[in-house]
Protein backbone atom coordinates (compact mmCIF):
# COMPACT_ATOMS: atom_id res chain seq x y z
CA UNK A 1 0.00 0.00 0.00
CA UNK A 2 1.50 3.36 -1.02
CA UNK A 3 2.44 5.65 2.43
CA UNK A 4 -0.12 8.67 0.78
CA UNK A 5 -2.78 5.75 1.18
CA UNK A 6 -2.26 4.86 4.60
CA UNK A 7 -2.12 8.15 5.05
CA UNK A 8 -5.08 8.95 3.82
CA UNK A 9 -6.55 6.10 5.65
CA UNK A 10 -5.37 7.57 8.99
CA UNK A 11 -6.80 10.37 8.38
CA UNK A 12 -9.73 8.79 7.97
CA UNK A 13 -10.11 6.88 11.07
CA UNK A 14 -9.28 9.83 13.05
CA UNK A 15 -11.81 12.10 11.29
CA UNK A 16 -14.00 8.69 11.86
CA UNK A 17 -13.39 8.92 16.00
CA UNK A 18 -13.50 12.43 16.17
CA UNK A 19 -17.34 12.32 14.78
CA UNK A 20 -18.11 9.48 16.98
CA UNK A 21 -16.85 11.57 19.87
CA UNK A 22 -18.37 14.55 18.85
CA UNK A 23 -21.93 12.43 18.65
CA UNK A 24 -21.18 11.29 22.33
CA UNK A 25 -20.89 7.65 21.49
CA UNK A 26 -18.92 7.18 24.52
CA UNK A 27 -16.60 4.90 22.65
CA UNK A 28 -15.30 3.13 25.68
CA UNK A 29 -12.12 2.00 23.99
CA UNK A 30 -8.46 3.62 24.86
CA UNK A 31 -6.78 2.06 21.39
CA UNK A 32 -3.62 3.27 22.48
CA UNK A 33 -3.75 0.92 25.52
CA UNK A 34 -4.41 -1.70 23.22
CA UNK A 35 -1.58 -3.76 22.14
CA UNK A 36 -3.34 -6.61 19.83
CA UNK A 37 -7.03 -6.63 19.32
CA UNK A 38 -8.16 -10.15 18.25
CA UNK A 39 -11.78 -9.23 18.22
CA UNK A 40 -13.90 -10.17 15.61
CA UNK A 41 -14.82 -7.58 12.55
CA UNK A 42 -18.56 -8.48 11.67
CA UNK A 43 -17.47 -8.64 7.85
CA UNK A 44 -15.07 -12.17 8.71
CA UNK A 45 -16.09 -15.55 7.51
CA UNK A 46 -14.77 -18.87 8.78
CA UNK A 47 -12.74 -18.61 5.54
CA UNK A 48 -10.92 -15.85 6.56
CA UNK A 49 -9.80 -17.39 9.61
CA UNK A 50 -7.11 -19.91 7.12
CA UNK A 51 -5.30 -16.97 5.81
CA UNK A 52 -2.49 -15.08 7.30
CA UNK A 53 -3.05 -11.68 6.69
CA UNK A 54 -6.79 -11.48 7.36
CA UNK A 55 -6.98 -13.41 10.74
CA UNK A 56 -5.86 -11.67 13.98
CA UNK A 57 -4.66 -15.36 14.84
CA UNK A 58 -2.36 -17.92 13.60
CA UNK A 59 -3.97 -19.55 10.62
CA UNK A 60 -2.05 -22.84 11.39
CA UNK A 61 -1.98 -23.07 14.78
CA UNK A 62 -2.63 -25.10 17.12
CA UNK A 63 -6.02 -27.68 15.83
CA UNK A 64 -5.79 -30.96 14.18
CA UNK A 65 -5.67 -31.83 10.48
CA UNK A 66 -8.11 -29.85 9.22
CA UNK A 67 -8.44 -25.64 8.83
CA UNK A 68 -9.59 -23.53 11.25
CA UNK A 69 -12.51 -22.87 8.95
CA UNK A 70 -13.63 -26.60 9.91
CA UNK A 71 -13.68 -25.86 13.98
CA UNK A 72 -14.58 -22.52 14.37
CA UNK A 73 -18.33 -21.38 13.84
CA UNK A 74 -19.63 -17.60 14.11
CA UNK A 75 -22.63 -18.10 16.05
CA UNK A 76 -25.80 -15.82 14.88
CA UNK A 77 -27.74 -16.25 18.38
CA UNK A 78 -25.28 -15.29 20.85
CA UNK A 79 -25.45 -11.45 21.91
CA UNK A 80 -21.97 -9.45 21.68
CA UNK A 81 -20.15 -9.57 24.47
CA UNK A 82 -19.12 -6.71 27.12
CA UNK A 83 -16.22 -6.13 25.12
CA UNK A 84 -17.93 -6.21 21.82
CA UNK A 85 -20.94 -4.51 22.34
CA UNK A 86 -19.66 -0.52 21.76
CA UNK A 87 -16.80 -1.82 19.49
CA UNK A 88 -19.38 -3.56 16.81
CA UNK A 89 -17.50 -7.00 16.78
CA UNK A 90 -19.19 -10.18 17.42
CA UNK A 91 -18.83 -13.62 19.27
CA UNK A 92 -16.78 -16.76 17.87
CA UNK A 93 -17.32 -20.28 18.59
CA UNK A 94 -14.38 -22.41 19.21
CA UNK A 95 -15.06 -26.19 18.71
CA UNK A 96 -13.11 -29.82 19.14
CA UNK A 97 -14.49 -33.23 17.35
CA UNK A 98 -12.42 -36.49 16.66
CA UNK A 99 -9.99 -35.02 14.30
CA UNK A 100 -8.44 -32.34 16.98
CA UNK A 101 -5.60 -34.37 17.39
CA UNK A 102 -2.45 -31.71 17.34
CA UNK A 103 0.57 -32.63 16.15
CA UNK A 104 3.50 -31.64 18.45
CA UNK A 105 6.93 -30.53 16.77
CA UNK A 106 5.21 -32.19 13.69
CA UNK A 107 5.63 -35.75 14.74
CA UNK A 108 4.10 -36.80 18.02
CA UNK A 109 0.28 -36.88 17.55
CA UNK A 110 -1.72 -36.11 20.63
CA UNK A 111 -3.89 -38.61 21.30
CA UNK A 112 -4.77 -37.93 24.85
CA UNK A 113 -6.27 -34.41 24.12
CA UNK A 114 -8.76 -32.47 21.64
CA UNK A 115 -7.11 -29.43 21.29
CA UNK A 116 -8.18 -25.99 19.00
CA UNK A 117 -6.36 -22.96 20.83
CA UNK A 118 -5.85 -19.74 18.77
CA UNK A 119 -2.97 -17.93 18.93
CA UNK A 120 -2.53 -13.95 18.43
CA UNK A 121 -1.27 -13.74 14.79
CA UNK A 122 2.15 -11.57 16.03
CA UNK A 123 2.53 -13.60 19.33
CA UNK A 124 5.86 -15.62 18.28
CA UNK A 125 6.95 -16.77 22.13
CA UNK A 126 10.21 -14.35 22.15
CA UNK A 127 8.08 -11.00 21.53
CA UNK A 128 8.48 -8.95 24.64
CA UNK A 129 5.60 -6.58 23.29
CA UNK A 130 3.36 -9.16 24.68
CA UNK A 131 4.78 -10.29 27.89
CA UNK A 132 6.66 -7.19 29.12
CA UNK A 133 5.21 -4.16 31.74
CA UNK A 134 1.53 -4.70 32.95
CA UNK A 135 -0.74 -6.55 30.47
CA UNK A 136 -4.14 -7.02 30.84
CA UNK A 137 -5.67 -10.03 28.82
CA UNK A 138 -9.56 -9.36 28.29
CA UNK A 139 -12.13 -11.99 27.12
CA UNK A 140 -15.63 -13.63 27.87
CA UNK A 141 -16.86 -16.98 27.31
CA UNK A 142 -20.07 -18.39 27.22
CA UNK A 143 -21.78 -21.87 27.08
CA UNK A 144 -23.61 -23.19 24.02
CA UNK A 145 -26.70 -25.57 24.37
CA UNK A 146 -26.23 -26.99 20.92
CA UNK A 147 -22.57 -27.80 22.08
CA UNK A 148 -22.20 -28.80 25.38
CA UNK A 149 -18.76 -29.23 27.24
CA UNK A 150 -18.31 -32.99 28.97
CA UNK A 151 -17.59 -31.02 32.30
CA UNK A 152 -16.72 -34.34 33.78
CA UNK A 153 -13.61 -33.85 31.72
CA UNK A 154 -10.96 -30.94 32.30
CA UNK A 155 -11.00 -28.19 29.33
CA UNK A 156 -8.09 -25.34 29.35
CA UNK A 157 -9.75 -22.34 27.79
CA UNK A 158 -7.19 -20.05 28.06
CA UNK A 159 -3.60 -19.25 29.24
CA UNK A 160 -0.09 -17.94 28.65
CA UNK A 161 2.41 -20.99 28.12
CA UNK A 162 5.98 -20.41 28.13
CA UNK A 163 8.46 -20.17 25.14
CA UNK A 164 9.86 -23.40 26.44
CA UNK A 165 6.52 -24.97 26.59
CA UNK A 166 7.21 -25.63 29.99
CA UNK A 167 4.77 -24.18 32.15
CA UNK A 168 2.02 -21.99 32.16
CA UNK A 169 1.35 -18.36 33.90
CA UNK A 170 -2.00 -18.64 34.02
CA UNK A 171 -4.88 -20.86 32.76
CA UNK A 172 -8.42 -20.58 32.76
CA UNK A 173 -10.11 -23.68 32.98
CA UNK A 174 -13.31 -25.33 33.30
CA UNK A 175 -14.36 -29.22 34.10
CA UNK A 176 -13.99 -31.77 36.88
CA UNK A 177 -9.83 -31.51 37.26
CA UNK A 178 -8.24 -33.96 35.90
CA UNK A 179 -7.01 -36.60 38.28
CA UNK A 180 -3.72 -38.93 36.64
CA UNK A 181 -4.29 -41.50 39.27
CA UNK A 182 -5.28 -45.00 38.10
CA UNK A 183 -6.81 -46.06 41.04
CA UNK A 184 -9.98 -43.39 39.89
CA UNK A 185 -13.49 -44.97 38.42
CA UNK A 186 -13.54 -42.50 35.49
CA UNK A 187 -17.20 -43.78 35.33
CA UNK A 188 -17.83 -42.38 38.62
CA UNK A 189 -16.44 -38.84 38.03
CA UNK A 190 -18.98 -36.21 38.99
CA UNK A 191 -19.36 -32.86 36.33
CA UNK A 192 -18.08 -29.64 37.77
CA UNK A 193 -19.34 -27.34 35.68
CA UNK A 194 -17.17 -23.88 37.08
CA UNK A 195 -14.69 -21.33 35.39
CA UNK A 196 -11.66 -21.33 37.39
CA UNK A 197 -8.75 -19.21 37.46
CA UNK A 198 -5.37 -21.11 37.98
CA UNK A 199 -1.68 -19.48 39.40
CA UNK A 200 1.13 -20.26 37.04
CA UNK A 201 3.24 -23.48 37.32
CA UNK A 202 6.49 -21.75 36.30
CA UNK A 203 9.54 -23.14 38.41
CA UNK A 204 7.42 -26.40 39.71
CA UNK A 205 4.65 -24.49 41.53
CA UNK A 206 2.06 -26.03 41.89
CA UNK A 207 -1.48 -24.35 40.83
CA UNK A 208 -3.51 -23.05 42.84
CA UNK A 209 -7.12 -21.73 42.61
CA UNK A 210 -7.47 -18.06 42.59
CA UNK A 211 -10.91 -17.59 41.33
CA UNK A 212 -13.95 -19.57 40.53
CA UNK A 213 -17.63 -18.88 39.88
CA UNK A 214 -20.72 -21.32 38.61
CA UNK A 215 -20.09 -21.69 34.55
CA UNK A 216 -24.09 -20.55 34.16
CA UNK A 217 -25.55 -21.09 30.36
CA UNK A 218 -27.12 -18.22 28.72
CA UNK A 219 -24.42 -15.69 30.59
CA UNK A 220 -21.26 -14.13 28.99
CA UNK A 221 -18.73 -14.54 31.69
CA UNK A 222 -16.29 -11.51 31.50
CA UNK A 223 -12.61 -11.35 32.51
CA UNK A 224 -9.32 -9.33 32.52
CA UNK A 225 -6.74 -11.45 33.77
CA UNK A 226 -3.33 -8.52 34.64
CA UNK A 227 0.02 -9.86 34.79
CA UNK A 228 2.83 -7.03 35.96
CA UNK A 229 5.84 -9.09 34.43
CA UNK A 230 7.97 -6.78 36.64
CA UNK A 231 6.73 -7.42 40.17
CA UNK A 232 5.77 -11.12 39.15
CA UNK A 233 1.62 -10.87 39.93
CA UNK A 234 -1.58 -11.67 38.81
CA UNK A 235 -4.96 -9.93 39.49
CA UNK A 236 -7.87 -10.91 37.86
CA UNK A 237 -11.52 -8.69 37.24
CA UNK A 238 -14.48 -10.78 36.22
CA UNK A 239 -18.11 -9.62 35.29
CA UNK A 240 -21.27 -11.21 34.21
CA UNK A 241 -23.16 -10.48 31.13
CA UNK A 242 -23.09 -6.31 30.60
CA UNK A 243 -21.67 -5.41 34.09
CA UNK A 244 -18.90 -3.55 34.98
CA UNK A 245 -15.42 -5.46 35.83
CA UNK A 246 -14.59 -6.10 39.50
CA UNK A 247 -11.37 -7.36 41.18
CA UNK A 248 -11.68 -11.14 42.30
CA UNK A 249 -8.16 -11.56 42.50
CA UNK A 250 -6.19 -8.73 44.41
CA UNK A 251 -2.65 -8.85 43.04
CA UNK A 252 -0.87 -12.12 44.25
CA UNK A 253 3.05 -13.15 43.19
CA UNK A 254 2.70 -15.33 40.67
CA UNK A 255 6.14 -16.04 38.55
CA UNK A 256 5.27 -14.83 35.21
CA UNK A 257 8.75 -15.78 33.68
CA UNK A 258 9.12 -17.31 30.20
CA UNK A 259 8.02 -15.27 27.74
CA UNK A 260 5.56 -17.26 25.60
CA UNK A 261 2.20 -17.61 23.48
CA UNK A 262 -1.43 -16.93 24.66
CA UNK A 263 -4.33 -19.41 23.78
CA UNK A 264 -7.53 -19.02 23.49
CA UNK A 265 -9.77 -22.20 22.98
CA UNK A 266 -10.13 -25.84 24.13
CA UNK A 267 -7.88 -27.96 25.63
CA UNK A 268 -9.74 -31.07 26.51
CA UNK A 269 -8.17 -33.80 28.63
CA UNK A 270 -8.63 -37.20 28.71
CA UNK A 271 -10.88 -38.87 31.54
CA UNK A 272 -9.22 -38.68 34.71
CA UNK A 273 -7.99 -42.18 35.58
CA UNK A 274 -7.15 -43.33 32.05
CA UNK A 275 -4.13 -42.51 31.64
CA UNK A 276 -0.26 -43.61 31.90
CA UNK A 277 1.24 -40.86 33.48
CA UNK A 278 1.83 -38.93 29.70
CA UNK A 279 -1.60 -37.20 29.38
CA UNK A 280 -0.57 -35.44 25.90
CA UNK A 281 -0.13 -39.23 24.38
CA UNK A 282 -2.49 -41.82 26.85
CA UNK A 283 -5.96 -41.81 28.06
CA UNK A 284 -9.76 -42.19 27.01
CA UNK A 285 -11.32 -39.63 24.77
CA UNK A 286 -15.13 -40.31 24.33
CA UNK A 287 -15.34 -40.79 20.33
CA UNK A 288 -18.04 -39.20 17.65
CA UNK A 289 -18.00 -36.30 19.36
CA UNK A 290 -19.00 -34.45 15.94
CA UNK A 291 -19.71 -36.28 12.05
CA UNK A 292 -19.21 -34.41 9.55
CA UNK A 293 -20.73 -35.14 5.92
CA UNK A 294 -19.22 -33.35 2.81
CA UNK A 295 -22.17 -32.58 0.70
CA UNK A 296 -21.53 -30.87 -2.73
CA UNK A 297 -19.13 -28.09 -2.28
CA UNK A 298 -21.06 -27.02 1.38
CA UNK A 299 -20.49 -28.87 4.66
CA UNK A 300 -23.12 -30.69 6.57
CA UNK A 301 -22.43 -30.46 10.37
CA UNK A 302 -24.72 -33.48 12.02
CA UNK A 303 -23.89 -35.71 15.21
CA UNK A 304 -24.97 -35.31 18.38
CA UNK A 305 -22.27 -34.61 20.86
CA UNK A 306 -20.65 -31.35 19.52
CA UNK A 307 -18.72 -29.37 21.55
CA UNK A 308 -17.96 -26.18 21.77
CA UNK A 309 -17.44 -23.02 23.27
CA UNK A 310 -18.07 -19.35 22.73
CA UNK A 311 -15.74 -15.98 22.62
CA UNK A 312 -16.10 -12.36 22.65
CA UNK A 313 -13.98 -9.16 23.01
CA UNK A 314 -10.42 -11.06 23.17
CA UNK A 315 -7.66 -8.28 23.21
CA UNK A 316 -4.61 -7.61 24.94
CA UNK A 317 -3.97 -3.96 26.80
CA UNK A 318 -0.70 -2.91 27.56
CA UNK A 319 -1.81 -1.28 31.77
CA UNK A 320 1.98 -0.15 32.52
CA UNK A 321 0.93 3.35 32.56
CA UNK A 322 -2.20 3.47 33.04
CA UNK A 323 -5.30 1.56 35.27
CA UNK A 324 -6.78 -1.18 33.24
CA UNK A 325 -10.33 0.04 32.61
CA UNK A 326 -13.16 -1.63 34.62
CA UNK A 327 -16.38 0.09 33.46
CA UNK A 328 -18.19 2.57 31.15
CA UNK A 329 -18.18 0.00 28.48
CA UNK A 330 -21.43 0.36 27.79
CA UNK A 331 -22.40 3.69 29.24
CA UNK A 332 -25.19 4.93 27.15
CA UNK A 333 -26.94 1.86 26.16
CA UNK A 334 -30.02 0.65 27.31
CA UNK A 335 -30.30 -3.48 26.49
C1 LIG B 1 2.03 -19.86 13.31
O1 LIG B 1 2.53 -20.70 14.32
C2 LIG B 1 3.57 -21.57 13.87
C3 LIG B 1 3.93 -22.46 15.05
O2 LIG B 1 4.23 -21.71 16.18
C4 LIG B 1 4.74 -20.75 13.37
O3 LIG B 1 5.72 -21.62 12.85
C5 LIG B 1 4.28 -19.80 12.28
O4 LIG B 1 5.34 -18.97 11.91
C6 LIG B 1 3.13 -18.95 12.78
N1 LIG B 1 2.62 -18.14 11.70
C7 LIG B 1 2.57 -16.82 11.77
C8 LIG B 1 1.96 -16.13 10.60
O5 LIG B 1 2.98 -16.20 12.74
C1 LIG C 1 9.60 -12.69 17.39
O1 LIG C 1 9.16 -11.35 17.32
C2 LIG C 1 10.16 -10.43 17.71
C3 LIG C 1 9.52 -9.06 17.75
O2 LIG C 1 8.80 -8.81 16.57
C4 LIG C 1 11.33 -10.52 16.72
O3 LIG C 1 12.35 -9.64 17.11
C5 LIG C 1 11.87 -11.95 16.75
O4 LIG C 1 12.86 -12.09 15.78
C6 LIG C 1 10.76 -12.95 16.45
N1 LIG C 1 11.26 -14.30 16.64
C7 LIG C 1 10.98 -15.28 15.79
C8 LIG C 1 11.55 -16.62 16.16
O5 LIG C 1 10.31 -15.12 14.78
C1 LIG D 1 -17.49 -47.32 38.28
O1 LIG D 1 -18.57 -46.38 38.35
C2 LIG D 1 -19.74 -46.80 37.66
C3 LIG D 1 -20.73 -45.65 37.72
O2 LIG D 1 -20.95 -45.21 39.03
C4 LIG D 1 -20.26 -48.07 38.30
O3 LIG D 1 -21.41 -48.50 37.60
C5 LIG D 1 -19.18 -49.14 38.26
O4 LIG D 1 -19.61 -50.29 38.96
C6 LIG D 1 -17.88 -48.64 38.89
N1 LIG D 1 -16.82 -49.61 38.66
C7 LIG D 1 -16.05 -50.06 39.66
C8 LIG D 1 -14.99 -51.03 39.25
O5 LIG D 1 -16.19 -49.68 40.81
C1 LIG E 1 10.46 -18.29 38.00
O1 LIG E 1 10.52 -19.43 37.16
C2 LIG E 1 11.74 -19.51 36.45
C3 LIG E 1 11.60 -20.60 35.40
O2 LIG E 1 11.13 -21.79 35.95
C4 LIG E 1 12.88 -19.72 37.43
O3 LIG E 1 14.09 -19.80 36.74
C5 LIG E 1 12.91 -18.55 38.42
O4 LIG E 1 13.87 -18.80 39.42
C6 LIG E 1 11.56 -18.35 39.05
N1 LIG E 1 11.58 -17.09 39.78
C7 LIG E 1 11.19 -16.97 41.05
C8 LIG E 1 11.23 -15.60 41.63
O5 LIG E 1 10.79 -17.93 41.68
C1 LIG F 1 0.59 -38.24 38.45
O1 LIG F 1 1.15 -36.93 38.51
C2 LIG F 1 2.13 -36.80 39.55
C3 LIG F 1 2.51 -35.34 39.63
O2 LIG F 1 2.88 -34.85 38.37
C4 LIG F 1 3.31 -37.71 39.20
O3 LIG F 1 4.28 -37.62 40.21
C5 LIG F 1 2.79 -39.16 39.11
O4 LIG F 1 3.83 -39.99 38.68
C6 LIG F 1 1.65 -39.27 38.13
N1 LIG F 1 1.09 -40.63 38.22
C7 LIG F 1 0.63 -41.30 37.18
C8 LIG F 1 0.07 -42.66 37.43
O5 LIG F 1 0.62 -40.86 36.07
C1 LIG G 1 1.82 -44.05 27.44
O1 LIG G 1 1.18 -44.56 26.29
C2 LIG G 1 1.56 -43.90 25.08
C3 LIG G 1 0.65 -44.42 23.99
O2 LIG G 1 0.67 -45.80 23.94
C4 LIG G 1 3.04 -44.12 24.83
O3 LIG G 1 3.43 -43.44 23.65
C5 LIG G 1 3.82 -43.56 26.00
O4 LIG G 1 5.18 -43.83 25.85
C6 LIG G 1 3.33 -44.16 27.32
N1 LIG G 1 3.97 -43.43 28.40
C7 LIG G 1 4.36 -44.00 29.53
C8 LIG G 1 5.00 -43.09 30.55
O5 LIG G 1 4.22 -45.19 29.72
Known amino acids: ?17 TLIEATQLHWPLDLSNTIWDGRISSWMDLE ?4 PT ?4 NETHVHGYRSWSDYLRLPTNAKRSLFDYEHGTVPLEVTVDDTSLFLSGGENLQYGFRRSELNPVSNNGTDDHFVEGKRAIHFSVRSDDKRPLDF ?65 GGTWHN ?26 VPATA ?20 TGNGS ?18 LGKELTGILLQGQIYGGIFIEDTSERALKTGVWTSGYVF
Not at 54 to 57: R, T
Not at 227 to 246: H, I, R, V
Not at 255 to 265: E, I, P, Q, R, V
Not at 280 to 293: A, D, H, L, T, V
Open 279 to 296: VPFSGYQPSNIEEIKVIG
Open 48 to 51: DFDS
Open 223 to 248: FAVELDFDANTLAAYYSKDYANLELV
Open 254 to 273: NNNSGGGLYHFGIIKLPASG
Open 152 to 216: THEYQNVFLETNAYDAHQFTLKTGTPYDNSTSINSSAVTATQTLRIESGTNDGAVEKTLFETEYN
Open 1 to 17: MPSSTVTALILFSLSVT
Open 54 to 57: LSPY
